[in-house]
């Protein structure tokens, strides 16, 4: 069974950074693409970025340059973590963050083969 765990979340005033993290358990096949979403109250849920198995990277538009996706799979596949470095953060960054694997690395793919709890990230101005 796949669990996974988000961290790094946290309140931080507009232009800081953070760092999340997502620890994986259960067995994950190298190939699944994984990524990071997002919902903010009243709103629909955002696929933020994805990365695939050969490293290549999707963001969206409201995100792109300011955000960075990385993955880190032990060679066995038995440890994977998935992180996203947030920099230039802006109050409109405001949400739930969720560590996800996706059915697709397309740009703003949502669409869950498994989600994580979810990371609270607020930014005031």
């Known amino acids: 069974q796949v669990q996974l765990v988000e961290s790094g979340g946290g309140s931080v005033q507009a232009g800081g950074s953070l760092r999340l993290s997502c620890a994986a358990s259960g067995y994950i096949y190298r190939d699944y693409c994984m990524g990071w979403l997002r919902q903010a109250p009243g709103k629909e849920r955002e696929g933020v970025a994805t990365i695939a198995s050969d490293g290549s990277t999707n963001y969206a538009d409201s995100v792109a340059g300011r955000f960075t996706i990385s993955r880190d799979i032990s060679q066995d596949n038995a440890k994977n973590t998935l992180y996203l470095q947030m920099d230039s953060l802006r109050p409109d960054d405001t949400a739930m963050y969720y560590c996800?694997?996706?059915?697709?690395?397309?740009?703003?793919?949502?669409?869950?083969?498994?989600g994580g709890q979810g990371t609270q990230v607020t930014v005031s101005s």
């Open positions: 996800a694997v996706l059915f697709s690395c397309s740009r703003g793919a949502t669409a869950l083969r498994y």
